[in-house]
């Protein structure tokens, strides 16, 4: 058998944690029920199943459990929000404000929009790749209908201000007892799990979440909807036999929905140890690839997720530093990722970072399974490699 490189990849994907994977099993089996089968049992516990996923993640972000729709994933609930909000409310106004350093399942939905004659107003970021609320003020306009933002980044990790946002979203143009409010809907693929979410505290009406970045199967995420204070409504994306009270229609993944309850229970149990635990293995990675000569920390060194660490190096080519890594490691680069093309990718551009050839971007991303051992070895490596390509320029 090959030795496997250490997988650090987390931001693009998580392993199945063994204890989700139990708690999933016997619904790809025995109880193989269809949740909306009301007639027989088989339904009942394929439904009762699904009810307990949908009361952990409402919970999980003090809302209830009617306004969690299931979907596929985190882009199809960002399609699902950015779309349904646009067709909603279009006579309200055309006017949508998002950031430079959204995922492309927020970026790519605005930009759609805009071909259907809708405006967009992509917010540049601050150096640390925060947002600038003076900024984002200055964006509103009385034809706003939503503003974008997401809760962490998947490139950089850097948490944005959601109750900031919220509350400038809930009156940050109306004046005193107006009436429209601009929705707020937030992104927050990476962040579930991770960092306390709270609906009420931070004013957020559309969430987008998934499973697969908390160590939950792939293929299943939710977006929450806010159902008062104010009611948000949808136009389903996808039609058919009205599940998701009309707003998401196919029938429910059972199995993937108990997975995905599963894996943000434990992650909530487990939120404040393995968050000191990740933050002291990023710091421990960091403290020794920093003695190297022109690496840079990029996003904000505190406000960021505890398991992301992105590094620029200077003196390096971003294709080779990469090629060089991979026998031990399995990380991504902060390019656009193909031999031929090493431009840094829109997260780093909106960073101000250089075009030029000879800069090389990195993001580790450190999970639950990753040791002490394997930063150490992973660092070692990092470090031997760097300093060999700087040595050869
Ligand atoms: C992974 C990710 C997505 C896409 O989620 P899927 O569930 O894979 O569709 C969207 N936004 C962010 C920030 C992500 O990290």
């Given at each position: 058998?090959?030795i496997?490189?250490?997988?650090?990849?987390?931001?693009?994907t998580?392993p199945?944690?063994e204890?989700v994977l139990?708690?999933?099993?016997?619904?790809?089996?025995?109880?193989?029920?269809?949740?909306?089968s009301s007639?027989?049992?088989?339904g009942?516990?394929?439904e009762?199943a699904?009810?307990?996923?949908?009361?952990?993640?409402?919970?999980?972000?003090?809302?209830?459990p009617e306004?969690?729709?299931?979907?596929?994933?985190?882009t199809?609930?960002?399609?699902?929000a950015?779309k349904?909000?646009?067709?909603?409310?279009?006579?309200k106004g055309?006017?949508?404000?998002?950031?430079?350093?959204?995922?492309s399942?927020?970026?790519?939905?605005?930009?759609?929009l805009?071909?259907?004659?809708?405006?967009?107003?992509i917010?540049?970021?601050?150096?640390?790749?925060?947002?600038?609320?003076?900024?984002?003020?200055?964006?509103?306009?009385?034809e706003t209908?939503l503003?974008?933002?997401?809760?962490?980044?998947?490139?950089i990790?850097v948490l944005?201000p959601?109750?900031?946002?919220g509350e400038i979203?809930r009156?940050?143009?109306?004046?005193?007892?107006?009436d429209?409010?601009?929705?707020f809907?937030?992104?927050?693929?990476?962040a579930?799990?991770?960092?306390?979410?709270?609906m009420e505290a931070?004013?957020?009406d559309l969430m987008?979440?998934?499973?697969?970045?908390?160590?939950g199967?792939?293929g299943i995420?939710?977006?929450?909807?806010?159902?008062?204070?104010p009611?948000?409504?949808?136009?389903p994306q996808?039609?058919?036999?009205?599940?998701?009270?009309?707003?998401?229609?196919?029938?429910?993944?059972?199995?993937?929905?108990?997975?995905?309850?599963?894996?943000?229970?434990i992650?909530?149990?487990e939120?404040?140890?393995e968050?000191?635990?990740?933050t002291?293995l990023?710091q421990?990675?960091w403290k020794?690839l920093?003695q190297?000569?022109?690496?840079?920390?990029n996003?904000h060194p505190?406000?960021?997720?505890a398991?992301n660490?992105n590094?620029?190096?200077?003196?390096?080519?971003?294709?080779?530093l990469?090629?060089?890594?991979?026998?031990?490691?399995?990380?991504?680069?902060?390019s656009a990722?193909s031999?031929t093309n090493?431009a840094?990718?829109?997260?780093?551009?909106a960073l101000?970072?250089?075009q030029?050839?000879?800069?090389?971007?990195?993001?580790?991303g450190?999970?639950?399974?990753?040791?002490?051992?394997?930063?150490?070895?992973?660092?070692?490596y990092?470090?031997a490699?760097?300093?060999g390509?700087?040595?050869k320029?």
């Amino acid at each position: 058998m090959s030795i496997r490189p250490i997988y650090l990849d987390c931001h693009a994907t998580t392993p199945l944690d063994e204890r989700v994977l139990a708690a999933m099993l016997p619904y790809f089996t025995e109880k193989f029920g269809n949740p909306a089968s009301s007639s027989h049992v088989y339904g009942w516990e394929a439904e009762a199943a699904v009810k307990k996923t949908r009361e952990i993640l409402a919970a999980a972000i003090n809302a209830t459990p009617e306004e969690i729709v299931f979907t596929s994933g985190a882009t199809e609930a960002n399609n699902l929000a950015i779309k349904g909000v646009a067709e909603t409310y279009f006579k309200k106004g055309q006017h949508i404000i998002t950031v430079a350093t959204e995922h492309s399942a927020v970026i790519d939905p605005c930009n759609y929009l805009k071909t259907l004659g809708f405006e967009i107003t992509i917010l540049p970021v601050k150096k640390d790749g925060l947002v600038d609320l003076i900024e984002l003020k200055k964006a509103l306009r009385p034809e706003t209908i939503l503003v974008s933002v997401m809760a962490a980044n998947n490139e950089i990790g850097v948490l944005q201000p959601l109750a900031e946002i919220g509350e400038i979203c809930r009156d940050g143009l109306r004046p005193a007892g107006g009436d429209r409010q601009i929705i707020f809907h937030t992104d927050a693929a990476q962040a579930i799990g991770k960092i306390p979410l709270d609906m009420e505290a931070m004013k957020i009406d559309l969430m987008s979440l998934t499973a697969h970045k908390v160590y939950g199967p792939k293929g299943i995420g939710a977006l929450y909807v806010r159902r008062r204070n104010p009611r948000v409504q949808l136009a389903p994306q996808q039609h058919g036999g009205g599940h998701e009270r009309g707003m998401r229609s196919g029938t429910l993944y059972t199995p993937q929905i108990v997975g995905f309850g599963k894996a943000v229970e434990i992650a909530l149990g487990e939120q404040a140890t393995e968050n000191q635990r990740l933050t002291q293995l990023r710091q421990r990675l960091w403290k020794q690839l920093s003695q190297v000569e022109g690496i840079h920390l990029n996003g904000h060194p505190q406000e960021r997720l505890a398991g992301n660490l992105n590094i620029s190096v200077e003196g390096v080519d971003g294709a080779a530093l990469l090629l060089g890594l991979q026998p031990v490691m399995a990380i991504s680069s902060g390019s656009a990722c193909s031999s031929t093309n090493t431009a840094p990718s829109h997260v780093l551009t909106a960073l101000g970072h250089p075009q030029h050839l000879a800069y090389a971007s990195v993001r580790f991303g450190i999970g639950r399974f990753n040791t002490e051992e394997e930063i150490d070895l992973v660092a070692k490596y990092a470090i031997a490699t760097i300093k060999g390509l700087q040595n050869k320029r």
